[in-house]
């Protein structure tokens, strides 16, 4: 019979993949990762099978832990602007606190080794966020869910390099940042 598998040993691998992977990019051999880890490779592939299970594992992952961040206290009955603007902050305050995490969400949602089906597990956890997206979509003349999103992202990260440059003016970067966001989606106070 099998010995179960460790749940430390688990975590230890994949923050050990979230180190690495923050030295040195998606190209850090999974020698380096079972060095950080103070784990063998036989141990890393009984776990994991290969490097590419283990990255798109440790995305879901980290994609796991910020939708818990985005999720907890989502306004469902509030206005669109008020469900948008929890999203953002939410965002750039996990981003803030986890920068080692969002440096590798960011090199791992534009990486060829992640499956179709982990991109759709993604979106099926911030199925809420993906929601609020489609309300901005159809409420005004920017039907691409995909170009707001893109937009939204582009100025999200911009805002967290400044937050992190700034820690003393988190606020007024993240209000900033929602407003030319919004701004940016074409809505407008009335609309909000």
């Known amino acids: 019979m099998a010995r179960p598998l460790d749940p430390a040993k688990r975590t230890a691998i994949l923050n050990a993949a979230i180190h690495c992977i ?8 999974t020698s380096a990762i079972t060095r950080e ?34 999720m907890q206290g989502f306004p469902v009955e509030a206005s ?22 969002r440096h590798c969400v ?11 089906e982990t991109h759709q597990a993604i979106q099926g956890m911030l199925k809420s966020v993906y ?10 003349h920017c039907s691409s869910v995909e170009f707001i999103t893109a937009v ?10 400044f937050v992190l440059r700034e820690p003393e003016k988190e606020r007024h970067y993240i209000e900033m940042g929602f407003y030319m966001f919004w701004q940016a989606a074409g809505m407008t106070s009335e609309k909000a």
């Open 80 to 101: 669109i602007k008020d469900k948008a603007f929890h999203a953002w902050q939410a965002y750039v305050v996990w981003s803030r606190q986890h920068a080692d995490r």
């Open 131 to 140: 929601e609020v997206l489609n309300e901005l979509g159809a409420s005004h």
């Open 106 to 116: 960011k090199q791992l949602m534009v990486s060829c080794f992640i499956s179709e």
């Open 37 to 70: 880890a103070n784990v063998s490779a036989g141990t890393l592939f009984t776990y994991f099978p290969d490097k590419v299970t283990l990255l798109n594992c440790l995305l879901l992952e980290l994609a796991g832990e910020m939708s818990i961040a985005l």
């Open 22 to 29: 923050q030295q040195q990019g998606l190209h850090a051999s």
């Open 152 to 161: 939204m992202g582009s100025l999200a990260e911009t805002t967290i390099d």
